[in-house]
């Protein structure tokens, strides 16, 4: 049932991994799709990609660490759609492996830059817009070490330990506008990243180079794990969830239907109700 028929939806770091399971996973519910990325390569793959899943959408090529860009973006979302539902906010780079204090302030500012600044533009982009109509839904990926120490991934832990704050701080501040915002922890997933953690060899240490290897000889989480969950909270369903950080291991079906406690799937992972 493509319950997300008429609805827009942005996806930004749509041209491969995760952001590219999600925006497909949103064409085959029937939303209306604009795909964000800096690589014109990896948009029209995933336009394909999503064509053979009998959707279509609109590429839009764009750097998230830019404001001025991701602002014309959704603007032309907007200009082509008429308005704009729902933000995925997948757009994100690993950053420096190894120890911190070896790491080049340069890659370690940069993965800041993208990671958290690219979801700030993102969100700063479409707000306004969403508080005016009452209405809308954003999702922002969260990551290994947004709950837990990520030794030798400190950039990447701590920008999304600050999304996952970020999306909590927002969320209170859009709360009484109908908008509702929320981190989803896709799980350890077979992406370019896990190459990039196999290539590290011993930077990244011995249990970061484990799980990797697991997660390429598995694929790991698998989308049908994901987009469910996206979907979720991307529906009408989830109205009463915000500025929650959801794992895709949670038990988050039974939120639909249940009250939930103030701190429960926060960035303090109080877990019990």
Not at 124 to 141: Q, S
Request: charged share 25%; aromatic share 6%.
């Amino acid at each position: 049932m493509k319950f997300l028929r008429d609805r827009s939806v942005l996806v930004t770091g749509a041209g491969r991994g995760i952001g590219k399971r999600l925006a497909i996973g949103f064409a085959q519910a029937g939303a209306r799709l604009a795909l964000l990325s800096r690589s014109k390569a990896e948009l029209d793959l995933a336009h394909l990609e999503i064509e053979h899943a009998g959707g279509n959408a609109l590429r839009l090529r764009a750097d998230v660490r830019d404001y001025e860009q991701i602002h014309a973006a959704v603007d032309r979302v907007r200009t082509t759609f008429g308005d704009l539902h729902v933000l995925v906010c997948a757009a994100g780079i690993q950053g420096p492996i190894g120890k911190f204090h070896e790491a080049p302030p340069k890659a370690w500012a940069e993965t800041v830059e993208t990671n958290l600044m690219g979801v700030v533009h993102a969100c700063r982009a479409v707000l306004p817009h969403m508080i005016e109509k009452r209405h809308g839904k954003i999702i922002v990926l969260s990551g290994g070490g947004a709950s837990y120490a990520r030794p030798n991934f400190s950039a990447y832990a701590a920008s999304k330990a600050a999304v996952a704050r970020f999306v909590e701080s927002v969320a209170e501040e859009v709360r009484e506008h109908n908008v509702q915002i929320n981190c989803l922890a896709p799980g350890g997933t077979y992406t370019s990243m896990t190459d990039e953690i196999l290539r590290a060899g011993d930077r990244a240490g011995s249990k970061e180079q484990d799980d990797a290897r697991q997660v390429r000889l598995t694929g790991g989480i698998a989308p049908d794990k994901q987009i469910p969950l996206a979907l979720f909270l991307a529906s009408e369903r989830s109205n009463h969830i915000s500025g929650k950080l959801i794992h895709v291991n949670d038990e988050w079906k039974r939120l639909e239907s249940q009250n939930i406690h103030p701190e429960i799937f926060t960035l303090r992972r109080l877990q019990k109700v």
